[in-house]
């Protein structure tokens, strides 16, 4: 674009560029320095499968696009290209990304999809209108009307489901926080103090982190060199002596009975600890099967004979 490169001419695009790079420097040595700790999360929590959600999850968020389109096409209006190069621009900033996204989201299974895409919409509104290269000969303002009621509609509807909790859709994970709830009142119950740091075999720890009462730290080391491991984004500085004054409660995996579940994380990085156990039977979502947990209990310093 002729706009766009006489752009580069002038100093001011290259202070900018001078200036995200500051902006983005610390993190990008932040992430060298700690073996890209925070990326190996993100890894941890996607699969690797076609996963053809992502076009359900674009029609859910551009649906309003798609009927706008329809409405133009129908009243014999026409959409193309902008002439433009602002426009061109813009529309090229919003598609580069969000091709990027589809792709990755179409190989790699993870949650919230919809998260990533809601933004665009925003954006894709205003560019739908200035890509109108011929209006339609019919007015829409009463169609409009309506899309405005339909609008109301679905906003009711929301918050009515979000409300009365209908199909679980009310509360998100709300079988992992029963579960953490009930895992923390044992704690609470057993040692009459908060629960300062979990651990365990599964990830399901990591909600403990976000949903429990008393904001627990991880008690998983730092130890940037480890490649078996995910680095403890949580809680960089935990050590043996934090352990033995506050004790820990440890997840076992998923459907592992407690004879079955040795611990071996915990015991790898501390085995200066001997791990009382009880299992707990719950459910990761109001209509799921029921799972087992083996829930590992370190007792706090007051418990002296808990450790080796």
């Given at each position: 674009m002729?706009?766009?490169?006489?752009?580069?001419?002038?100093?001011?695009?290259?202070?900018?560029?001078?200036?995200?790079?500051?902006?983005i420097?610390?993190?990008?040595?932040?992430?060298?320095?700690?073996?890209?700790?925070?990326?190996?999360?993100?890894?941890?929590?996607?699969?690797?499968?076609?996963?053809?959600?992502?076009?359900?999850?674009?029609?859910?968020?551009?649906?309003?696009?798609?009927?706008?389109?329809?409405?133009?096409?129908?009243?014999?209006?026409?959409?193309?290209?902008?002439?433009?190069?602002?426009?061109?621009?813009?529309?090229?900033i919003?598609l580069?990304?969000?091709?990027?996204?589809?792709?990755?989201?179409?190989?790699f299974?993870?949650?919230?999809?919809?998260?990533?895409?809601?933004?665009?919409?925003?954006?894709?509104?205003?560019?739908?209108?200035?890509?109108?290269?011929?209006?339609?000969?019919?007015?829409?303002?009463?169609?409009?009307?309506?899309?405005?009621?339909?609008?109301?509609?679905?906003?009711?509807?929301?918050?009515?489901?979000?409300?009365?909790?209908?199909?679980?859709?009310?509360?998100?994970?709300?079988?992992?926080?029963?579960?953490?709830?009930?895992?923390?009142?044992?704690?609470?119950?057993?040692?009459?103090?908060?629960?300062?740091?979990?651990?365990?075999?599964?990830?399901?720890?990591?909600?403990?982190?976000?949903?429990?009462?008393?904001?627990?730290?991880?008690?998983?080391?730092?130890?940037?060199?480890?490649?078996?491991?995910?680095?403890?984004?949580?809680?960089?500085?935990?050590?043996?002596?934090?352990i033995?004054k506050?004790?820990?409660?440890?997840?076992?995996?998923?459907?592992?009975?407690?004879?079955?579940?040795?611990?071996?994380?915990m015991?790898?990085?501390?085995?200066?600890?001997?791990?009382?156990?009880?299992?707990?039977?719950?459910?990761?979502?109001?209509?799921?099967?029921?799972?087992?947990?083996?829930?590992?209990?370190?007792s706090?310093?007051?418990n002296?004979?808990?450790?080796?």
């Amino acid at each position: 674009m002729p706009t766009v490169r006489k752009s580069y001419k002038k100093p001011f695009i290259y202070f900018a560029i001078i200036i995200w790079i500051i902006i983005i420097m610390p993190n990008i040595l932040w992430l060298i320095k700690n073996n890209y700790a925070s990326l190996q999360w993100l890894n941890s929590q996607i699969t690797y499968q076609i996963n053809v959600q992502i076009l359900s999850s674009i029609l859910f968020v551009f649906y309003p696009i798609i009927i706008g389109i329809g409405l133009i096409y129908k009243y014999h209006g026409q959409i193309s290209w902008p002439k433009n190069e602002p426009n061109q621009l813009a529309i090229f900033i919003v598609l580069f990304p969000l091709i990027i996204i589809f792709f990755i989201f179409l190989f790699f299974h993870g949650k919230r999809i919809t998260e990533w895409l809601q933004p665009f919409m925003i954006i894709a509104t205003p560019l739908l209108i200035s890509s109108i290269s011929i209006k339609p000969e019919k007015s829409l303002d009463n169609i409009l009307l309506y899309l405005i009621v339909i609008a109301i509609l679905v906003f009711t509807s929301y918050i009515i489901i979000l409300h009365y909790n209908i199909y679980g859709n009310g509360q998100k994970m709300i079988g992992i926080k029963n579960i953490v709830k009930k895992s923390e009142y044992k704690w609470t119950q057993k040692y009459k103090r908060p629960l300062k740091y979990v651990g365990g075999e599964d990830t399901l720890y990591h909600w403990f982190i976000v949903y429990a009462k008393d904001r627990p730290h991880s008690i998983q080391p730092w130890i940037p060199n480890n490649k078996q491991n995910t680095l403890n984004i949580y809680h960089k500085n935990i050590n043996i002596n934090d352990i033995k004054k506050y004790g820990a409660l440890l997840i076992g995996k998923k459907n592992h009975t407690c004879t079955e579940e040795k611990f071996i994380n915990m015991n790898n990085y501390w085995p200066q600890f001997i791990i009382n156990k009880e299992l707990l039977k719950d459910r990761l979502e109001p209509n799921s099967e029921m799972i087992l947990i083996c829930l590992g209990f370190i007792s706090p310093m007051n418990n002296q004979k808990d450790i080796n």
